[in-house]
T-cell receptor, first 111, second 117 residues
Framework: LAKTTQPISMDSYEGQEVNITCSHN???????ITWYQQFPSQGPRFIIQ???TKVTNEVASLFIPADRKSSTLSLPRVSLSDTAVYYC????????????FGQGTELSVKP | DAGVIQSPRHEVTEMGQEVTLRCKPI?????LFWYRQTMMRGLELLIY????????DSGMPEDRFSAKMPNASFSTLKIQPSEPRDSAVYFC???????????????FGPGTRLTVL
């Protein structure tokens, strides 16, 4: 299973763009990159998933370079409600559905 | 859909007692996952089922833990006997994952906060 490394914490202010980078040097050919968000006292929630290049949805963008050894979650114009822990996960069908959560990045958005 | 439903939301028990946590997955989902979250160990996968069959229970900490999925709409995680170190938040999640693939989005329940005194 590919190991992921992310910053433990990040601070930001309302209205700023936040970029959280995740390293996964041992990513396998069939692995996808998935990000989850967890608010206090709640279960994790899916944000975005990608395989290569760029993926964008209504919540975030995911940038994946050609070598796929890292990925960057981009949150545009964050608000106080984006304060949460963000998990980067790498895995594919060879894990049969298993998600391995790392320690995540605790994002704190200040007014 | 109401999402993944877990009960109870909070459980306080004494060491040595049996604890049963319950989960109702989203209707139509084929895979169900049990996780445990603590400050020290983070979020750990305990076991997961696909089409009601346990696929991987390598994360179950010891024989005191057992999980069942008697049908597609219900699963239980049982701890017997419970110990203080079992105190954690236990999450249940489900996904469509017809073939058990990782790429399917997992939907998590609100969790059960277990305290063993």
């Amino acid at each position: 299973l590919a190991k992921t490394t992310q910053p433990i914490s990040m601070d930001s202010y309302e209205g700023q763009e936040v970029n959280i980078t995740c390293s996964h040097n041992n990513i396998a050919t069939n692995d996808y990159i998935t990000w989850y968000q967890q608010f206090p006292s709640q279960g994790p929630r899916f944000i975005i998933q990608g395989y290569k290049t760029k993926v964008t949805n209504e919540v975030a963008s995911l940038f994946i370079p050609a070598d796929r050894k890292s990925s960057t979650l981009s949150l545009p114009r964050v608000s106080l409600s984006d304060t949460a822990v963000y998990y980067c996960l790498v895995g594919g069908d060879n894990q049969g559905g298993k998600l391995i959560f790392g320690q995540g990045t605790e994002l704190s958005v200040k007014p | 859909d109401a999402g993944v439903i877990q009960s109870p939301r909070h459980e306080v028990t004494e060491m040595g007692q049996e604890v049963t946590l319950r989960c109702k997955p989203i209707s139509g989902h084929n895979s169900l996952f049990w996780y445990r979250q603590t400050m020290m160990r983070g979020l750990e996968l305990l076991i997961y089922f696909n089409n009601n069959v346990p696929i991987d229970d390598s994360g179950m900490p010891e024989d005191r833990f057992s999980a069942k999925m008697p049908n597609a709409s219900f699963s239980t995680l049982k701890i017997q006997p419970s110990e203080p170190r079992d105190s954690a938040v236990y999450f249940c999640a489900s996904s469509l994952a017809v073939a058990g693939g990782t790429t399917d989005t997992q939907y998590f329940g609100p969790g059960t906060r277990l305290t063993v005194l």
